[in-house]
């Protein structure tokens, strides 16, 4: 289907056509612009920079700048028939090819007879190569082409990824970095759009197009077109989030705020809200997000401004940024984003006491704080102490740790930072009473024997140790070098709390932090794996170099 003549003019109209039409590169258009001046131009350019931030747009103008016989300060002047081409599409010596789907050493070597060949009708052989990160072999057939180029041709490659890309093509090009576009700069040429196209818009849907199209003029103006195509007088903020699925602003802040305060009953009802009107979650949680960073910025500065989010603090802003963090939207777990967005709102559901204390309506269901013990379950302390603490792994017929028991949420009213400050041994809130980290820590070796059990979970049980027991939630440290580690304990937070709460004799939540503290507590020895290494030795002596163990 062809397009119509109405739309193809808008589209020439809104296309970059000459260097002053790029938005935001005023680095790379300059330097371009002098060496045309000077007649300093390379015989290959790379151009690096997110999608949509004007690479191509750039490569279609330097072409027309290199073959216009009318070119005055570096700039083509777009009305001569080379130019007219080259806009049109129709310039033979103008090649464009997508090495997302040429990529082939074939369809490299295919280039050669057309790149030694002398021009149809320009001076110049332009060869514009986008998505050139695709390349991979093809580039032994150019290399030697790009160290001795014929002097009628030009190469310009575009990328989004300069890292896959060998050094030895890097040596033989130019390469311009492409930023992405700040908003403002969006706006700007999103509102000459408007005016030239005679079309009305409210400032704040103009701002929310530029903010979604997170750096790249080609989206701001892809959403702006289909925007325009709905008809209507007055392009409104409503009419942007009613096509693009995104919530109000309203809805946006009343979320965070269930989810800081610990309202998980107002935080589910407005997901149900948004499902009912059609809302896309995904977007829903980066809206989310960035309301946080703007409160957890104001906060900071002091400057907590206006609204529902007005007035929280610093340390509950960052404790629900992290809860958000940790989701995966991707996930194909059994309930998806929305249920992982209603587990973030349970997590710091208050109990009836500190709930009564912070003045949060008392509907939201206690959750239980009983751990049910299933039936062929893990084995019992007693008989972990009556075996020994060291236990072999991959015993038949002993079920993993992970099991159908739901984690306990912790019942903090007053959210901490996740990480512990160096040099202090147990958080602040633990100072009180000693009695339960002294009894964590002599039944650590029963803890780790017990979890040790489930492969997955065994390193993470053996690098870290308990910092603080607060009431029902147990702090336990991992080292900072080993920072990953943490983040996957937080994934399988359920195993380790089972395992805690089936040692203590009651049920405890985990919080997982990082830090610089050693606390002199090692788990147990491994009867069978000593054993093992003094046979070794008795065999091979003192070049017996490593031991590793196999999974």
């Not at 074939?106 to 050139?132: C, G, N, Q, S, W």
């Not at 408007?194 to 750096?215: I, K, N, Q, S």
């Not at 003192?542 to 590793?548: C, I, K, S």
Request: charged content about 25%.
């Amino acid at each position: 289907m062809s397009e119509s003549p109405t739309h193809q003019a808008l589209y020439r109209r809104w296309r970059s056509q000459r260097f002053e039409d790029i938005v935001g590169q005023d680095p790379v258009v300059t330097t371009i612009r002098n060496a045309l001046r000077t007649d300093r131009t390379s015989h290959a350019y790379l151009f690096v920079g997110p999608r949509g931030t004007g690479k191509t747009s750039l490569a279609r103008i330097l072409a027309k700048a290199i073959n216009c016989p009318n070119v005055a300060d570096g700039e083509p002047c777009d009305a001569c028939p080379s130019c007219d081409a080259i806009r049109e599409g129709r310039a033979l010596d103008v090649v464009e090819l997508d090495a997302a789907s040429n990529n082939r050493v074939d369809d490299i070597r295919e280039l050669l007879p057309r790149i030694y060949t002398a021009p149809a009708d320009l001076p110049t052989k332009v060869f514009i190569v986008d998505e050139v990160q695709r390349i991979t072999q093809g580039w032994d057939v150019l290399l030697k082409t790009l160290e001795e180029p014929p002097p009628h041709v030009l190469f310009v490659f575009c990328t989004t990824d300069p890292s896959q890309i060998r050094p030895a093509v890097l040596s033989r090009v130019q390469r311009f970095d492409f930023r992405p576009l700040p908003p403002i700069l969006i706006e700007g040429k999103l509102r000459r759009i408007l005016e030239a196209d005679g079309r009305a818009a409210e400032p704040e849907a103009v701002a929310l197009v530029a903010h979604l199209a997170d750096g790249g003029m080609r989206d701001a103006e892809s959403i702006l077109d289909q925007l325009l195509s709905g008809g209507g007088d007055l392009l409104t903020a409503d009419a942007v989030r009613d096509l693009l699925g995104l919530a109000d602003g309203d809805s946006v802040a009343n979320f965070v705020t269930a989810l800081v305060t610990g309202d998980p009953v107002a935080g589910i009802a407005l997901l149900d809200a948004l499902e009912d009107r059609g809302r896309d979650l995904r977007s829903f949680m980066d809206q989310a997000i960035d309301a946080l960073r703007a409160a957890l910025r104001g906060a900071l500065a002091g400057t907590p401004g206006m609204g529902p989010l007005a007035g929280l603090g610093a340390p509950a802003l960052v404790a629900a940024a992290r809860r958000l963090a940790v989701i995966d939207p991707a996930s194909a777990a059994p309930g998806g984003l929305r249920f992982q967005l209603e587990l973030a709102l349970l997590e710091t559901a208050p109990s009836g006491a500190q709930r009564a204390a912070t003045q949060i309506p008392d509907r939201a269901p206690v959750l239980a704080t009983a751990v049910p013990t299933p039936p062929q379950a893990l084995p019992q302390p007693a008989e972990i102490k009556a075996a020994g603490a060291a236990i072999p792994s991959g015993e038949p017929g002993v079920p993993p740790v992970a099991s159908a028991i739901p984690p306990v949420a912790p019942t903090v009213s007053d959210p901490r930072p996740l990480r512990a400050p160096p040099g202090s041994p147990v958080p602040a809130s633990a100072a009180g009473s000693d009695e339960p980290l002294v009894e964590l820590r002599r039944r650590w070796p029963e803890i780790v024997a017990l979890i040790s059990r489930h492969p997955p979970t065994k390193p993470l049980i053996e690098a870290c140790r308990p910092l603080a027991v607060d009431g029902t939630v147990v702090t336990l440290g991992f080292p900072e070098s080993q920072l990953f580690l943490r983040d996957v304990a937080d994934r399988r937070r359920p195993t380790l709390e089972e395992g805690l709460s089936r040692v203590l004799g009651r049920p405890v939540a985990v919080r997982c932090v990082a830090t610089n503290v050693e606390m002199d507590i090692t788990p147990p020895a491994d009867p069978e794996g000593t054993a093992v290494i003094a046979a070794a030795r008795a065999v091979w002596g003192d070049e017996l170099v490593g031991v590793r163990e196999v999974d």
